[in-house]
């Protein structure tokens, strides 16, 4: 992933430093715009070192407890790796116009605004022409469709000047990135899938092979399989760090169960907290997974107490840290909903921990079955070992998880 360095960064960077107060902090600052602004021939320097750099000025200002420089470093970091646009980062700092507001952008959204709507009038009125009995329901699931497939507007050369949309072509499109996405060497797989969603003879030729899909379905089972290969490499490894495992899970959200539709793309959604993977539900609501070591954590899952195995000391801390996460993201559940259209109000919490081969003298079922039983005393957060998570996706995949 490229990082991307220029003047609006620079600029945003200097407003930082004016915020800043800790000595370490301004001079983590310093150095991150100088590394910058050496650059040949005019150009900015970025790359993973501009990256690191500002990872350790948000961590040494989280140490300092300078919330507000921590949430303009977050933006900083966004923007540059591409999370965040540049008109909507130079609008929300105000980086040019002597902090006036850009009114281009404004009669722009403005227009685009009054056409959107302009269509959707329109587009209830033909639809509740040709379905006199549908209700509002219908009339929202309509729309939703629709705007799928208004990704892929048509512009018809017999008609100069017109556009069309055509129906169906947003599932096509979805089907086929899933196909070109980590099999075939396409730099962009959805730019691609595009391109051949909106091209008849493509699809055509497409349509033409009744097998085709039933094959491209097994080659995905076949990749999924060559992951959760990997991931189990990774938790098994005595060795391994939480980042590692965080790489080897980034991505995979399938392997947490098919209740997931996907990752949010924001990890710093209350302040002073970072979560490591957020989760999205088929309901809309937030599931945060907190990641503890596997088979490198310091010290047992499980210790003897009145004959009965119970969870360590570390177990517990850990599912604490998760109920944290849950307490501010109540407590910001109307900025976060607004803000980045995040539902948190029925949140919930995952903590993997630990691996069987922690424990090599305690049988793995008595550890699960201890896990088991504090999740049922734990309102909103589950916990599990690596090796179930492991298994657990195995079984998904109709394979028979390794001992």
């Known amino acids: ?49 501009l990256a690191r750099m500002l990872e350790e000025i948000r961590r040494r200002a989280a140490d300092a407890r300078e919330w507000q420089v921590v949430r303009l470093i977050q933006d900083s970091l966004d923007y540059a790796e591409g999370r965040i646009l540049q008109p909507d980062f130079n609008e929300r700092y105000r ?29 209830s009125r033909e639809y509740a022409t040709v379905h006199p009995e549908a209700g509002v329901d219908d009339l929202i699931a309509h ?26 072509r947003a599932e096509m499109a979805a089907w086929l990135e899933r196909v ?20 008849p003879k493509a699809v055509a030729l497409l349509a033409a092979d009744a097998e ?8 995905e089972l076949q990749r999924r399989a060559a992951d959760l290969e990997a991931l189990r490499k990774v938790v098994e490894d005595a060795t391994a760090s939480e980042h590692a495992i965080q790489r080897a899970l980034e991505g995979q959200h399938w392997i947490f169960g098919g209740r997931f539709v996907g990752e949010a793309a924001h990890r710093r959604l209350v302040p002073g907290d970072e979560v490591d993977i957020p989760l999205i539900r088929g309901d809309g609501a937030l599931h945060v997974v907190e990641l503890k070591r596997a088979a490198s954590l310091p010290g047992p ?26 307490v501010g993201l109540d407590e910001n559940r109307h900025r976060l909903r607004e803000e980045l259209g995040i539902e948190t109000r029925r949140a919930s919490a995952m903590v993997l921990i630990g691996h069987p081969s922690v424990q090599p003298s305690v049988p793995e079922e008595s550890i699960n079955e201890a896990l088991r039983t504090l999740n049922t005393h734990v309102n909103r957060v589950e916990v599990l070992t690596y090796k179930e998570l492991v298994d657990n996706a195995e079984r998904s995949l109709g394979s028979t998880p390794s001992v």
């Open 1 to 49: 992933m490229s990082v991307r360095s220029d003047w609006s960064l620079d600029l945003q960077l200097e407003r930082v430093l004016e915020v800043a107060v800790h000595p370490e902090v301004k001079e983590a600052l310093v150095s991150a715009r100088e590394h910058m602004n050496r650059g040949s021939g005019g150009h900015r320097r970025g790359g993973k070192a």
């Open 95 to 123: 980086l040019f116009q002597d902090g006036a507001r850009n009114e281009n952008l404004r009669e722009f959204a403005g227009n685009m605004l009054w056409n959107t709507f302009r269509f959707i009038a329109m587009s």
């Open 143 to 168: 729309f939703g469709s629709l705007s799928e497939d208004a990704r892929f507007l048509d512009a018809p050369e017999d008609c100069p000047g017109r556009y069309r949309v055509l129906r169906g």
């Open 180 to 199: 070109l996405r980590d099999r075939v060497d396409i730099e962009d797989p959805e730019e691609a899938a595009r391109r051949i969603a909106t091209s």
């Open 212 to 219: 085709g899909q039933m094959v491209l379905r097994a080659a």
């Open 301 to 326: 899952l499980v210790k003897k107490y009145r004959g009965s195995w119970v969870p360590t000391a570390q177990v517990h801390n850990a599912v604490g840290q998760a109920v944290n996460y849950l």
